[in-house]
């Protein structure tokens, strides 16, 4: 899978835990993504609950397998992050956004929420 991340000045830590989680996801990797969730995640989908807990992983991943993620920005602010951009993979071509919401404001505290907002796919 080809990855572009958006370039910045490297100053925020959780720029970089952002740019790895959407990775992750769009991988379908599990068990990498799993690491930096809490144990009662919340995960939902354009306003939908897919998941509660360490099964929301699961459920959260887009379908087909990904050849292209391009990720056009990473907003990081306190415990609030976000990130938007689009993958390609055999399902077609996806727009997101997710939202993330950590438990604490520390570099290492763990994701408690997951607001991901997707649409398409169109060819």
């Known amino acids: 899978m080809k990855i572009t991340l958006p370039t910045d000045c490297g100053n925020s830590p959780r720029i970089t835990i952002v ?41 959260a991943f887009p379908d087909g397998r990904v050849d292209l993620l391009e990720v056009a920005s990473i907003i990081t602010h306190g415990r609030l992050a976000s990130c938007d951009g689009i993958i390609e993979s055999d399902a077609g071509r996806l727009s997101f956004s997710h939202v ?22 169109t060819a």
């Open 19 to 59: 740019g790895e989680l959407v990775s992750h996801w769009a991988s379908r990797d599990a068990e990498s993504l799993a690491a930096w969730l809490a144990d009662d995640v919340r995960w939902s989908a354009n306003g939908r609950e897919v998941g509660h807990g360490s099964g929301a992983v699961e459920h």
């Open 100 to 121: 993330f919401r950590f438990a604490g404001a520390s570099k290492t505290a763990r994701v408690a929420e997951v607001r991901s907002y997707v649409v398409g796919p």
